[in-house]
């Protein structure tokens, strides 16, 4: 479906502030981004108004908009929110998996191995996030995965600072989305649960170090 021009000012200004190319307290400068994505004002600034209601961006003193900064407070808010609620999902999705689940979670674990042995960090971002909304859907927890789509795009934006790491000390090491399937596959849904939170706070850990040596 082709997006109009205002819910494509939105998604790329909000794939910038994701991914860093917009960085925690830039300021916002609607001649430059309207000039960057040839559109006009009317539509940019319905979409920094959208983003703003989001808490993406924020509003200074001056009136002026800048991009929201990081905060380990924030994070850890998130993260500890997200941990139980993950854990709650691959819970109930080991409860509710069959064969046919199995087989298709086993593939994206392979591409996120995949992914990760090469370093293709965007990569193994999407298949995580693929993963995560597989079970999502498989678990049956309609609040649970509104809580945490509500949430998503502010974990996203810590979730690339925990996935900014050198990879010595963890290329040999099994993925924690295959650990989980191991659980799940065994029937354990404690186990995956268990996992599945220590995987959200080992996110949180890396990404407040990343914080401490960038802000």
């Known amino acids: 479906m082709r997006l ?5 000012v939105y998604e790329e200004i909000k794939n910038k502030i994701i991914c860093g190319q917009m960085e925690p307290n830039q300021d916002v400068i609607e001649e430059s981004l309207a000039k960057e994505l040839e559109v006009s004002r009317t539509p940019l600034r319905a979409a920094l108004q959208q983003l703003e209601f989001e808490e993406l961006l924020v509003r ?12 380990i407070t924030e994070a850890r808010e ?16 080991t409860k509710h998996a069959t064969e046919k689940d199995i087989y298709h979670l086993k593939n994206i674990t392979l591409l996120i191995n995949k992914a990760k042995k090469q370093g293709l960090e965007d990569d193994h971002i999407q298949y995580g996030m693929e993963f995560h909304s597989y079970l999502y859907e498989l678990s049956g927890n309609k609040t649970a995965k509104k809580i ?5 795009n502010h974990i996203n934006r810590y979730r690339r600072l925990g996935l900014i790491q ?3 000390s963890t290329e040999n090491q099994l993925d924690d989305h295959a650990l989980i399937l191991d659980h799940m596959i065994k029937g354990d849904a404690h186990q995956a649960e ?18 401490e040596e960038l802000y």
Do not use: C, W
């Not at 109009?4 to 494509?8: A, L, N, Q, S, V």
């Not at 998130?78 to 109930?92: H, P, Q, T, V, Y």
């Not at 995987?199 to 170090?209: E, F, G, N, Q, R």
């Open 166 to 168: 050198t990879t010595d």
């Open 194 to 211: 268990l996992i599945s939170q220590q995987h959200v706070m080992k996110s949180l850990d890396t990404a407040i170090k990343k914080m």
């Open 78 to 93: 998130i993260f500890e929110i997200r941990s139980i609620l993950e854990g709650k999902i691959a819970r109930d999705a």
């Open 148 to 152: 945490l789509l509500t949430l998503n």
């Open 60 to 71: 200074k003193q001056n009136g002026r908009l800048k991009v929201a900064p990081l905060s």
């Open 4 to 8: 109009g021009t205002k819910d494509y």
